[in-house]
DNA sequence: GCGAACCATATTGTGCACAATCTTGCGCAT
DNA sequence: ATGCGCAAGATTGTGCACAATATGGTTCGC
């Protein structure tokens, strides 16, 4: 009587079910309705497949028309957006995909190690039979990514790699953190696309597949410190991409690739 | 040439200056207007004094009235504020003060812990220049703290406490961990009035002395240490707050804490 | 007397129209 | 030819009016 108001749900997003945990990696920032938090969705897709690069004008009519709602329904959704430092509004000036800056993207690092050590940590040091639950789910999702890499799917490579992160957060079952690296996902997703030039190092999936080996085994050490250096990669990578041009002629000239439809 | 437009701002603020980093205490949501910013402030400052309760219901018109703004702008507020999880908006009901679950806590206390400990151990391992500024600042504080315990300004005391973490957090100079711990302090102050009886306990100002010691002795361990138990014991009394009456009668009979004015 | 449906009121939700602001392109003077 | 000013168009910002929904009390039927 006094339940929540969810009886059976669960089973409706084709791949990704069986694991409660999971559940939480669904985007539903409170506030909006369904309509709302469905293109909410669509553009955090976009901008984590790289199809919404940095810097892009979102001109609020034509968000409206693409996605069928009116003008103040988008105008919240971007509000959102804003909060989530995923999108930048300028007043009287509009919206833009936003573009982080070096200090942020520092920032942002230091907040995803900090995190994600955490969640490895926990991960592999839970009980034997539900850190074998969570193993072969991760394991699956690194199928998938070998699955993409091999249909020379690019789009689908980036996004699964952003979200084996995620997953891992998930399963770990803290909500808070996971919906802070959500964040700090889709920033770095931004600040990759806008500052990085030879993406090819975003994730590799051997180190992946290598972290789960170490979460299987339950090794704590060995597990933290390939994450640690996983994420140190793709750090120095991204860093040395923009080292020197923050704020300079090089981000201003960068701006040119805005360009609507 | 190309640096940025703001050339000569700092030391307005009052008491609080001279300290750069300290900069980004300052509650600045983007997308809103400086008057909206105004409002949030306001609101975020009741919250923290325990003069807005968990569960009361917030009536767009009244805060319209009472801030002098329009109904429109009070709702672009209170979505920003349930992005935050500070205000819980339900559809067609309205928007109340939002009263932290049991397990929300948890979550919210292990990214606390988390991200507190990293800002502590930057703290004590900075340049013994740096840090004996840092020091002086935080000791400059907990002065304040005492005065308004000796001045039995209880209001004044809650808020000052908060604050402690967080100026250390600002200190840390990572503005991302800054905002992550401002969310979750609001949340935990919700969840402290909401659930705490007694909350005579709310930070020992002891503790914040001893902790500020082995920061200024750069002791990483024992600050380490010293924090730790500094947030478990809130933690505890918390959690012990809230046994057994999440989602049961107790928390529903709860909800009669209303009454607008 | 009890319960259920109904209506009046209060509150939130949404679309629209217009105001404010910025951008762009043109023309004019130097 | 170059730079300045101005006006037209495009885009964002805001208030208002009305629709949709929830709430609480009342009345009617059993």
Redesign the interface.
Known sequence: M?ENAKPKRRRSAGAVVEEPALAGLELR???L?PVEQEAYRKLIDAIAARRLLPGVKLVEEDLAGIFGVSRERIR?I???L????IV??E?NRGAYVARPTY??CQ??F??RL??ER?VVRALASMGPARRRMIVSHLRRHIGAESEAIAAGDRVAEIRLSGEFHLKMAALAG????LR?LQD?VAQMSLALAAHTHAHDLDCSISEHAELLDAIDAGDLDRADHLLAHHLEHMEAALLHGMHGEE???AAALGEIRSGNA
Do not use: K, Y
Request: no cysteine; glycine share 2%.
């Open positions: 006094a920032p409170p506030g309705t919240r971007l509000l959102v804003s909060q989530h430092d930048r509004l007043p200090a942020e920032d942002a230091e907040a900090l995190i955490n803290n909500q808070r953190l802070m700090i704020d300079s002629l």
